[in-house]
């Protein structure tokens, strides 16, 4: 029985689940992965799941499983309230790491990574009489957190399915449908999540002169790392300094003890961020000393993500493969992103090549009028926003499709 992509698709976005909490979700993958004839692992790296299509060569000779692909699809979901006005919008909620109750919504597209790879399955399934070798199909938790991949590798993956000959995966972005993105070298940006606690002295909101204002010290290192892109690094270079959530205090009239600034920080390389780590460090216990404080900040690491870095060769092979499958000119490059992927760490632990690749999520005749009026960054959403969400067709199907070319490209062909 074909399975109705679209439907599934729709289900997982209305109940999207938080990183670490995929449970549904891991299940849905699971069942179909099991209905298709997989060999399925579930519970890998908590809510992960591994599943193994084993397609030996036949008539050739060999007695190996033949060429070993990894395809791999994150589940995880946001804390983000869904705006989208899709009659299949998310009104779903979760609690976050902290227990409190925040929105979920698939604001960053897993749920069509997910049905793709279950689509691109069962199409490798239904074809396996013309190919040979072994598919390992990766269903990941936590990508948001940046800390699925490590936690599957460190769940033993590597012992429980088959080594990878390649890492191959996928992310839908707001490219016209029908675009592939990729290019050799650098893909995305390598970055560190970042907690600052801010440690000043509380008291009464009427007798500011007797306390150290954590607040004003957090507004004060806001504004000041906002310098290090705008004036500490070379405008030819890439770095991004964010700082995406504050928390200090609880009542208007109470100047309180601390601050915690979180703070997202992007660079193409390792020489890059050692420096903008320095400048943040520098910049954070100067503002704590120019408040005069009694306890030094404190700076931890929540996560580090290397970057994504493409094969050369891999991707060259891999565009030449599109080009075959969807004409000339599906594939453009499209820069390096400054967003960040934890997809690499399945490649670099395994010693293989990765090829990773944006396709398209937008309504071309959208996209083409917006490009033309100037407007594609108000009228386009981009991942994370309460407003993103990919049109649903020809997105999909494209999706599918662009893994099984890419699988397919890596298997080997199987004898007649």
């Known amino acids: 029985m074909t399975i109705d992509l679209e439907s599934l698709y729709i289900d997982l976005h209305r109940h999207p689940e938080l990183s670490f909490q995929e449970t549904r979700t891991a299940g849905i993958a699971a069942q179909h992965m099991r209905d298709l004839g997989l060999e399925v692992i579930e519970g890998v790296g908590l809510t992960g799941v591994a599943a193994v299509l084993r397609n030996p060569p036949t008539g050739s000779g060999n007695s190996g499983d033949g060429p070993v692909v990894w395809l791999r699809a994150d589940m995880d979901a946001l804390p983000v309230e869904e705006r989208t006005g899709l009659e299949y919008a998310s009104t779903a909620h979760g609690r976050d ?11 960053c597209g ?12 069962e199409r490798l399934v239904a074809t396996r009489d013309e190919w040979a070798g072994t598919v390992v199909a990766l269903f990941q938790p936590a990508e948001e957190y940046g800390a ?8 033993d993956l590597f012992d429980r ?9 996928q992310h839908v972005t707001p490219l016209p449908a029908g675009t592939i993105g990729v290019r050799p070298g650098t893909q995305m940006a390598a970055s560190d999540g970042i907690t600052v606690m801010l440690y000043g002295r509380g008291g009464h909101g009427s007798r500011p002169h007797s306390t150290i204002d954590p607040i004003v010290l957090a507004a004060a290192t806001v504004m000041r790392l906002q310098t290090i892109v705008s004036r500490e690094v070379d405008p030819r270079d890439v770095a991004v300094v964010t700082v995406g959530s504050i928390h200090a205090g609880l009542k208007n009239n109470i100047i309180p003890a601390e601050a915690r600034l979180e703070l997202s920080l992007r660079y193409p390389d390792d020489a890059a961020r050692e420096r903008v780590l320095a400048k943040v460090e520098r910049i954070v216990n ?6 005069g404080v009694e306890t030094p900040p404190t700076i931890t690491t929540d996560h580090t993500l290397p970057p994504t870095i493409n094969d050369h060769d891999a991707t060259a092979r891999l565009t030449a493969a599109f080009h075959r499958a969807f004409g000339e000119g599906t594939v453009i490059d499209p820069g390096m992103f400054t967003g960040s992927e934890d997809v690499s760490w399945f490649a670099r632990e395994a010693g ?7 396709w398209g999520g937008v309504d071309p005749k959208a996209f083409a009028e917006a490009t033309a009026a100037g407007t594609v960054e ?5 991942n994370h926003s309460p407003f993103y969400a990919p049109v649903l067709q020809p997105t999909l199907d494209n999706g599918v499709a662009n893994l099984v070319v890419a699988a397919r490209e890596w298997l080997a062909p199987r004898d007649e």
């Open 352 to 358: 293989v090549p990765l090829v990773f690749w944006f």
């Open 148 to 155: 699925g991949s490590q936690a599957m590798i460190a769940d």
């Open 286 to 291: 100067a503002e704590a000393a120019a408040s």
């Open 378 to 382: 108000r009228d386009i959403p981009t």
């Open 97 to 107: 790491p902290a227990g409190t109750e925040v929105p979920v919504m698939h604001a």
């Open 110 to 121: 897993h749920d069509m990574h997910v049905s793709a790879l279950i689509g691109a399955i």
């Open 161 to 169: 399915v088959p080594r990878p000959d390649i890492v191959l995966g």
